[in-house]
């Protein structure tokens, strides 16, 4: 059983920076995919970054360039640093780890960007 928690969501204005953390309990030793996705009101959940087994790391288009994802195996964490952030990038962002036909997601954390 693996547990996610989210941290570090919040008000931020526009062009600004944030940073998400999120910790899994239980010691995830190998994942098919563990990252990050988001959801506004009224739209689907979106991938946003995620690592995938192998080493590869997909972004959405929206967020290239300004968002970046990181591991820390030790703490059994995950990251999303967040820059030049627009209006649009507000949503509940929530970590995400698929073990083979599992899915795990954390409760999420609220981004709003906004004047």
């Known amino acids: 059983q693996v547990q996610l928690v989210e941290s570090g969501g919040g008000l931020v204005q526009p062009g600004g920076s944030l940073k998400l953390s999120c910790a899994a309990s239980?010691?995830?030793?190998?994942?098919?995919?563990m990252g990050w996705y988001r959801q506004a009101p009224g739209k689907q959940r979106e991938l946003v970054a995620v690592f995938i087994s192998g080493g590869r790391i997909n972004y959405a288009d929206s967020v290239k360039g300004r968002f970046t994802i990181s591991r820390d195996i030790v703490k059994n964490s995950v990251y999303l640093q967040m820059n030049s952030l627009k209006p649009e990038d507000t949503a509940g962002y929530y970590c995400?780890?698929?073990?083979?036909?599992?899915?795990?997601w954390g409760q999420g954390t609220q981004v709003t960007v906004s004047s």
């Open positions: 239980g010691r995830i030793f190998s994942f098919d995919a």
């Open positions: 995400n780890v698929r073990i083979g036909p599992i899915s795990y």
